[in-house]
């Protein structure tokens, strides 16, 4: 074989190699470790898709979900509901074996016989004390073990457990376990908002709540 042509298959093989390792670095860490998301809709402004002023109804902000951790309440994560693959955004409300009560336009954790209402400070105006179940009766959800209960930050017009992802119209819930999600659902929390440059940061995590006994 001629020399020169034996340094250039030697170096097309090694960028090959190369090429491979790299793919194979990427898919593993986009798979396991971090990855981007791309958020749809107005559901969980204003903490996300506020942009110029007013919700986005559209694709808009960009972020980085960790796929690594423990998920704890107050969480915003990425996801798919139980009867689609349809990935949402949405908040964790209600951790495994939570009961979640909704009344009076707030949110409660029921605890030993006792209502503990969530203090939520990342609610916009519009939100506070506005947390309905859209007209369906059910206003109680004890979330199974290994389940969350996910909830949008736009109470006004978000899509999510209360309705069992579904339209209130659509009788979603006819399967009430389609309120609640399966931790193997859940791809990851929201870790890095990327875009736009102006909204960039380490998404805050809640770490305790705090709740007013009722």
């Not at 605890?111 to 203090?119: D, P």
Request: aromatic share 14%; proline share 6%.
């Amino acid at each position: 074989m001629n020399k020169k042509l034996k340094i250039a298959l030697i170096f097309l093989l090694e960028i090959a190699i190369d090429a491979i390792v790299i793919f194979g670095i990427f898919f593993l860490i986009k798979t396991y470790v971090i990855s981007p998301f791309e958020i749809y809709g107005p559901s969980m402004c204003n903490t996300f898709n506020y942009i110029d002023g007013k919700c986005n109804s559209g694709y808009g902000e960009y972020i980085i979900i960790n796929k690594l951790g423990k998920i704890n309440r107050g969480d915003v994560v990425v996801f798919h509901p139980p009867h689609e693959e349809e990935y949402y955004i949405k908040r964790v409300i209600g951790m495994p074996n939570d009961t979640i009560l909704v009344k009076n336009g707030e949110i409660f954790l029921k605890e030993n016989g006792k209502e503990y209402k969530f203090v939520e400070p990342y609610l916009s105006r519009e939100n506070r004390g506005n947390t309905t179940t859209f007209g369906i009766k059910r206003t109680e959800f004890k979330v199974p073990e290994n389940s969350y209960f996910l909830i949008g930050d736009n109470r006004l017009m978000s899509t999510d457990g209360r309705t069992c992802f579904k339209d209130p119209s659509s009788n979603g819930c006819s399967n009430p376990n389609n309120a609640f999600v399966p931790e193997e659902n859940i791809q990851g929390r929201a870790w890095v908002a990327l875009w736009p440059i102006n909204k960039m940061q380490i998404v805050p995590r809640i770490g305790n709540y705090d709740f007013k006994e009722m």
